[in-house]
Every structure is written in structure tokens, then in C-alpha cells.
């Protein structure tokens, strides 16, 4: 993958916002090279992470009322397993796709980019929540997470491979160049695992990769979003394109792992760095002390990676998604990173 422009900004998609046209109004005029579609977990659980994209997925229901995301054995889960396999099977995109009530930001984000200028555009960015996260989430009532019944993280898998391939299609209709993260915060639970675990990271990697080859038949990019301290080393071993990390707080443990970054780099992956934090008492951190923790990152891999290679493949994010902050506090880390771009332009090279 080659970035159009280096250290350009993008979000990560959560919006404490309940309304999808001031998320919009905030995303579009300053994300303006890389949008990406608000997810509005303030508006509706419908629109939470874990409930977002498990409509028509076997076993799983979403309660509203009691806020939980969770495996229901007395439905007819053989038979609903039956039916996905038929329309994943047939190839049947519409079946996989997500309605207004889970992505109302989706939908105004696709109303907007109708009649936007695509000049302005390097890329658009969608996500879907990470097959690994949501399978180890998802429990049924004696607390067993999905991923330990086969069957069922067979079907999860399938239908977010499914929704990303639906969503990235959806968006390369409107402009050529997509990017879909896959959100994966439970991978920071793997890096201290012991040999002897039933999970294996093969089976890690095998899911992760399954949603990223999905994403990447519509001739689009697949990134992955871990806003914790995760096995490195795993991730880079993934299919993505693009490792976005909470570099904020976990740079440093990230870029001990020299080697395998410049492994990524070199088949073309890009490091988007989560530097602009989204904790509430983090919000005052001085942009000109982010900006020298980002050099020193850089410095530290310039030592055995080809500097301008380094520069020439970062993108800034903020280190996590803002749907837990209040509303001008998100709008304030969207201003940040504007603001930590221009510099990152000016000062790092």
C-alpha cells in the first residue's frame, strides 16, 4: 500500500455524539483526506461495538434493555447455521448487510459522500468489530465465550467477512481507494499466553485473516485497530495492511519489535500511530511532547529502518475510538490531531 500523503489523519470510529449529522459535520471538514463513518454507542446499544454487526448471526442476540450481547442456546442455532451457510454460500451480499438502526453514521456517511467533492479524498475508511474480540466477548449463560464452540466462531467469522465485504463494497462504489479496520482490542489478552493454552494463535490469525481476505476481494485495504500493549509479533504475521496502535501509551513496547516492522514495511504496510490520546485526563498533554515521543519512535527505528521508508508510512490517529468522552472532548482530540498532522509534516523528516 502507498499513502498519498505521509502522516495524514483518520479516526478510529467511535462518537459520543447522538446525532450521525454532527458527528459528520465534526469528521468531514477535518478528517477531510482520510473520513471515516461515526459509530454512535450513545444513540442506541444497537450501535455499541459488540452489537453493531451481529444482526442475522446464528445464536446471538442484543439486548437492548439489558445492555448484554450474548449467546441464546434456546433458539434453534443448528438450523439458523444452516440457513447462513446457504446465503453465504450463494454469495448473497445483501443478506450481510447492516441496517440504520446499528450504523446510522454509515448511512448519513454514504448520503454525504454522494455529493462530495472526491478531490479532496485519499481514502475512505469504514470498520466492522474484530472476529477475536467479538468471540471472546459473546458468552453464553454458564460464561462460555463463543469462541470455544466451533460452530458458532465458524459463523461469526463468516458473517463479518460477509459485512466487511459487503461495507467495503459499498464504499468502493462511491470512491476507488477503501480502507476497513478491523477493531480488535481483545488482542492485547494473547501476548502472555502460555504453549500449553487451548487458544492457539494460529486460530488468531486464521479469523483475522479470513475478515482481511474478505476486504481485500474488493481490492480494498485491510487494517486492524488494538488500542492495547497486544503480541506484536502475531499481528505483523496477519494479512493487513495497515497496524493502527495506541502509541500513546504503548509505542515504546511496540517498536522493540524492530524486525518484524521492518518486515511489514517492506511488503508495503503501513503504521497508523494512535498518538493523540483519548483518555479524559490525558486531553491536556502538550502537541509539541507528542510530537517528540513520535520522533523518538522514529529516531529509535531509523536505527535499522530505512527512515524515509518509516515517514513515508505513517498515518495519525487518535489512540483509541472518543465514544467514551463527552462531546467536546471529542471534538477537541479531532482538532488535536489536525493540528499534531501539520506539525508531524512540518517537524518530523
Known amino acids: ?11 478510529i470510529g467511535s462518537m459520543p455524539h447522538k446525532s450521525e449529522k454532527r458527528a459528520c459535520d465534526i469528521i468531514f471538514p477535518n478528517f477531510r483526506k482520510i473520513p471515516c463513518w461515526p459509530q454512535l454507542v450513545n444513540k442506541s446499544f444497537s450501535e455499541s461495538m459488540m452489537a453493531q454487526f451481529t444482526e442475522r448471526m446464528p445464536g446471538v442476540e442484543a439486548d437492548i434493555d439489558t445492555r ?11 438450523k439458523e447455521i444452516e440457513e447462513l451457510n446457504e446465503r453465504y454460500n450463494s454469495e448473497d451480499p445483501e443478506y450481510f448487510s447492516f441496517s440504520e438502526d446499528c450504523a446510522s453514521g454509515f448511512y448519513e456517511y454514504l448520503y454525504r459522500l454522494k455529493d462530495h467533492d472526491n478531490t479532496m479524498l485519499d481514502y475512505l475508511k469504514g ?7 467479538l468471540c471472546f466477548t459473546v458468552s453464553d449463560e454458564d460464561g462460555v465465550p463463543m469462541f470455544f464452540d466451533k460452530d458458532l466462531r465458524e459463523a461469526a467469522v ?8 459487503w461495507q467495503a463494497a459499498k464504499l468502493k462504489n462511491l470512491f476507488k481507494d477503501v480502507i476497513i479496520f478491523i477493531d480488535e482490542p481483545s488482542l492485547v489478552f494473547f501476548k502472555h499466553s502460555a504453549p500449553s493454552s487451548k487458544i492457539k494463535k494460529e486460530d488468531i490469525i486464521s479469523c483475522i485473516n479470513r475478515v482481511a481476505d ?22 505483523l504475521y496477519t494479512d493487513i495492511d495497515i497496524l493502527n496502535i495506541d502509541a500513546y501509551n504503548y509505542g515504546g513496547s511496540f517498536i522493540k519489535n ?17 498518538m493523540v490520546p483519548t483518555a479524559s485526563d490525558a486531553l491536556k498533554d502538550d502537541v509539541d511532547n507528542l510530537l517528540l515521543k513520535l520522533k523518538r519512535y522514529i529516531d529509535f527505528l531509523s536505527e535499522s529502518i530505512d527512515r524515509r521508508k518509516i515517514i513515508n508510512s505513517s498515518l495519525i490517529t487518535p489512540s483509541c475510538g472518543c465514544g467514551a468522552l463527552a462531546e467536546k472532548e471529542a471534538e477537541a482530540v479531532v482538532e488535536r490531531c489536525v493540528a499534531f498532522s501539520q506539525l508531524a509534516k512540518e517537524r518530523i523528516t
Not at 159 to 164: E, F, I, P, Y
Request: charge should be positive.
Open 1 to 11: 500500500m502507498r499513502l498519498k500523503n505521509h502522516f495524514e489523519i483518520t479516526g
Open 68 to 78: 448484554k450481547v450474548f449467546i441464546n442456546r434456546k433458539r434453534d442455532i443448528k
Open 127 to 133: 470498520q466492522i468489530t474484530g472476529p477475536i474480540s
Open 158 to 165: 463468516k458473517v463479518l467477512s460477509a459485512r466487511a465485504k
Open 214 to 235: 474478505a476486504i481485500h476481494t474488493e481490492a480494498c485495504y485491510a487494517g486492524i485497530h488494538c488500542c492495547g500493549d497486544a503480541d506484536w509479533d502475531l499481528v
Open 258 to 274: 524492530n524486525e518484524k516492522i521492518s518486515e511489514f514495511l517492506q511488503r508495503g504496510g503501513i503504521i497508523a500511530w494512535g
